[in-house]
């Protein structure tokens, strides 16, 4: 019973978290979707092309497993899938056909399930996690473009859990020793909590606000211009190169290019 709970609430996260991404779109004019956001200077086509190809590509997975492997196995298929061309107002509404698809479909999974993906296959949660902190993250370039604050609430501890479980990965995923245990990681939530993770310790460890560890872990922001304090060598390595999204290492946005002040 707890499992089927944790998983109905993750799925509404995810549903909300595009809810949110999607208010924010619909006040675009046509001319802002051409517009450059501050990562890796996509335009706001760029970032929900993006979005939408990997949720395109979720749905055939929880829809058809072996079509998701045949796809998977044509570089061609994965490609006209994972890019698609629709751009402004049409983009905006597949994307938002395909997410809600997608987190329906999530939502009536069994918690137990496995999900095929790129790598190994993902539990549906994590699974469910990952396109939570995928549609958060980018939706930051979208506020990063306008200067726009952001409130944010606790469906954030999520992408906060997604970020303490990929301590250890982020060094392996660029062929690196893992240089100590995992910091003690204790976070205030948005909303006044107390969020903890691991053995406390004050020799190794990253406190501060969860929404500044969350930018950190998905490289929205360079650890050197967030308020986190950290201490010790294997937490400091682990802030300078977190990555808790998959595929190739990526490095952190230079200190200072995202960096927004209201």
Excluded at 9 to 14: E, S
Excluded at 184 to 209: A, I
């Amino acid at each position: 019973m707890t499992s089927e709970v944790l998983m109905f609430q993750q799925a509404a996260d995810l549903k909300e978290e595009g809810e949110e991404l999607k208010r924010v779109l619909d006040d675009l004019g046509e001319a802002d979707w051409s517009r450059m956001t501050p990562f890796k200077n996509w335009t706001v086509n760029q970032v929900v092309q993006h979005l939408h190809g990997s949720d395109k590509m979720a749905v055939l997975a929880l829809k058809d497993a072996d079509g998701f492997a045949a796809a998977k196995a044509d570089p061609k298929v994965v490609g006209a899938t994972m890019n698609p061309t629709e751009e402004g107002s049409v983009l905006l509404d597949t994307w938002w056909s395909y997410f809600s698809e997608m987190c329906e479909l999530l939502g009536g999974s069994d918690p137990k399930r496995r999900v095929p993906w790129f790598g190994p296959d993902m539990g549906v949660m994590m699974f469910t996690t990952a396109r939570q902190m995928e549609s958060w993250s980018h939706g930051q370039d979208i506020f990063d473009m306008f200067g726009k604050p952001r409130t944010n609430s606790n469906r954030l501890k999520n992408i906060v859990v997604i970020g303490v479980k990929t301590y250890g990965w982020t060094f392996a995923n660029r062929k690196q020793d893992i240089p100590g245990p995992a910091p003690y990681v204790r976070l205030v939530s948005p909303e006044g909590d107390t969020w903890e993770f691991n053995d406390p310790t004050d020799k190794n460890c990253v406190t501060g606000d969860a929404v500044e560890f969350c930018h950190v872990v998905t490289q929205g922001r360079n650890i050197a211009d967030v308020n986190l304090d950290v201490v010790g060598e294997p937490a400091t390595l682990w802030m300078n190169i977190a990555q808790c999204f998959a595929g190739p290492p990526e490095d952190p946005p230079a200190p200072g290019s995202r960096t927004v002040n209201f």
